[in-house]
């Protein structure tokens, strides 16, 4: 039996005009405030609050669209797939190359020796490949900074082409069988486990809960109001500690509370909806932070001014992802 995932109701409330490129927008500025607090050394735990919640705020939309996107695509594996390379490989790897360049021009050993030390060779590799906790630095560089790695928010592109590579197989077998004898399982298996998972397999829970939002959003809409309380009442709970007794099901149900949020937002404050009509620049926005914060802290310009360090960050990174979304972006995903 293979039956269609998303019934009409659900395709009509997806293309409801929404503000899911503003919580992108959003999520990535509080990224670069997370990671800018954290390598200059003035990181508080306000600052990894956000830090946290851009992670799961990212997975919770990429599992909503990503899952959207290959059912609307006719189940298409070839333009599924197609559509996910051109989407971050390219300038995914032009990220990874410029941070050589970078890293030789920074690097105290001379050109040739960087050039010859196994260890750039080896972050090269292992970050083409997305296994960029093998080698995050590159040798001589960054040294004397609080923090070495040349490049260490790529750490959730792994998790992230991993869900790439599972949703097809997931949806594969929800249209063989029913969507419910998938889901039910896996959350069984995050509100027995979830307290015990690794970092960034836990994280990767939440790109299950934007997927389970997506193939009940038709439901969602019918009791969004009822459903946000109850997600807003979880989250408080969890996070004020009121009830001790219920931290561990409040955690382990965040992935869900938390896409509940995420989700009716994105669907119910139009004031929001306006940056869908300008460019979506926040990959380059992820891909460029963290080496230009690295570079500025080595000049020294937080030890100067940590506002114009700040605003200098935000300048550059805002620049070279622009520049990306032209010049790779934006040509390679618009290619027929």
């Known amino acids: 039996m293979n039956q269609s995932l998303l019934n009409d109701n ?17 999520f990535a500025t509080f990224l670069i405030i997370s990671h800018f607090c954290t390598l200059t050394e003035t990181a508080n735990s306000a600052t990894q609050l956000t830090g946290g ?76 490949l997305m296994l960029n906790w093998l080698e995050p630095c590159l040798p001589g560089v960054f040294e004397d900074n609080f923090i070495h790695p040349i490049n260490g928010s790529l750490w959730t592109m792994k998790v992230e082409c991993i869900f790439y590579v599972v949703v097809p197989a997931l949806v594969w077998v929800m249209r063989k069988s029913h969507k419910m004898w998938i889901i039910a399982p896996m959350t069984l298996v995050c509100l027995c486990f979830y307290s015990n998972m690794p970092k960034q397999l836990m994280y990767s829970m939440y790109f299950l809960g934007g997927m389970v939002v997506l193939l009940y959003l038709d439901a969602f809409m019918r009791h969004k109001y009822t459903l946000m309380v109850v997600a807003c009442l979880c989250e408080v709970l969890l996070y004020t500690h009121a009830l001790p ?85 934006q040509p390679l995903m618009s290619r027929k």
């Not at 705020?57 to 695509?73: H, K, M, N």
């Not at 300038?91 to 010859?116: D, N, T």
Request: glycine letters at 4%; proline letters at 3%.
């Open 10 to 26: 659900i395709i009509t409330e997806v293309r409801k005009d929404n503000c899911i490129d503003f919580l992108r927008y959003f």
């Open 53 to 128: 919640m851009r992670v799961k705020a990212f997975f919770v939309i990429t599992g909503f669209l990503v899952t959207y996107s290959f059912v609307r695509g006719g189940y298409n594996l070839h333009v599924y797939a197609r559509k996910r390379i051109a989407r971050i490989v390219p300038a995914y790897i032009v990220a990874i190359a410029l941070c050589v360049v970078l890293g030789a021009c920074m690097s105290s050993l001379h050109l040739h020796e960087f050039l010859s030390a196994p260890a750039t060779w080896h972050y090269t590799i292992a970050n083409m």
């Open 245 to 329: 007794c219920l931290n561990g099901l409040l955690h382990s149900l965040e992935p869900f509370t938390f896409a509940t949020i995420i989700v009716f937002i994105a669907y119910n404050v139009r004031p929001l909806n306006f940056m869908r009509k300008y460019d979506n620049i926040t990959y380059g926005m992820f891909l460029y932070h963290w080496p230009v914060i690295q570079a500025l802290v080595a000049f020294g310009l937080h030890r100067h001014s940590i506002g114009m360090c700040f605003v200098a960050t935000v300048l550059i990174t805002v620049t070279l992802a622009f520049i990306s979304w032209k010049c790779i972006e």
